[in-house]
């Protein structure tokens, strides 16, 4: 069974320009998140889905940032247009529908955002 | 809120040694508490979780923690380290519906041989 995939592992662009996280959860898992880790900081949650809708993005920073789960299947984090202070490893993960999950998020290998 | 503290951002402990990592967490309601692993270019992996029962857990390769709500700590300890060991952990916090997860900043253990 394939795990939580994530591209591209490592982005590097200008501040202004935008850039585009893409996650593919395991497959038949309900919930995925977002998180985020800034300078080897605490890894801070962004939000979460439950299937296609957003249930909680109390933790996106601001209007810059974008995120979508179209068919609840991978879903996309937009930054438009990048700060220099977005810069950080973006982690996706998922879990099992509620009710059917042990608490264990399965996490992806990250994307490294560098906004120069 | 939930809050995860770490104190300790980098650990360096020769081989088969003993280890403590620190997690006290802040809560006013209660929480799930978990320690996760990330191994060098790999993504976050469950190491042991707390959610109910006995007070002690244990991993599969040695690691146990133990809640402790008194102190609110959740401390991950290893009565001898491999190099294996070697890797980045993160103690974290969620409430029991898991919407939402809280993290530390991350322990870097070093084993040295």
């Known amino acids: 069974e394939a795990g939580v995939t994530q591209f591209p592992s490592h982005s590097v662009i200008e501040k202004g320009q935008t850039v585009t996280l893409r996650c593919d959860p395991i497959?038949?898992?309900?919930?995925l998140y977002w998180y985020r880790r800034v300078m080897g900081k605490e890894i801070k949650f962004l939000l979460h889905?439950?299937?296609?809708?957003?249930?909680?993005e109390s933790g996106m920073p601001n209007n810059r940032f974008l995120a979508e789960r179209t068919g609840g299947t991978y879903s996309t984090l937009k930054v438009q247009p990048a700060e220099l202070e977005d810069s950080g490893v973006y982690f996706c993960?998922?879990?099992?529908?509620?009710?059917?999950?042990?608490?264990?998020?399965?996490f992806g290998e990250g994307s490294r955002l560098t906004v120069l | 809120a939930q809050s995860v503290t770490q104190l300790d951002s980098q650990v360096p402990v020769f081989e088969e040694a003993p280890v403590e990592l620190r997690c006290n967490y802040s809560?006013?309601?209660?929480?799930?508490l978990f320690w996760y692993v990330q191994y060098p270019n790999q993504g976050l992996q469950l190491l042991l979780k707390?959610?109910?029962?006995?007070?002690l857990v244990e991993s599969i390769n040695g690691f146990e923690a133990e809640f402790n709500k008194s102190q609110t700590s959740f401390h991950l300890r290893k009565p001898s380290v491999h190099i294996s060991d070697t890797a980045e952990y993160f103690c974290?916090?969620?409430?029991?519906?898991?919407?939402?997860?809280?993290f530390g900043s991350g322990t870097k253990l070093n084993v040295k041989p």
């Open positions: 993960a998922s879990s099992p529908g509620q009710g059917l999950g042990t608490g264990e998020l399965f």
């Open positions: 497959s038949g898992h309900d919930n």
């Open positions: 889905f439950v299937k296609e809708s957003k249930q909680d």
């Open positions: 809560s006013s309601v209660s929480v799930y």
């Open positions: 707390y959610l109910s029962g006995s007070t």
């Open positions: 974290a916090v969620s409430e029991y519906n898991f919407n939402k997860f809280y």
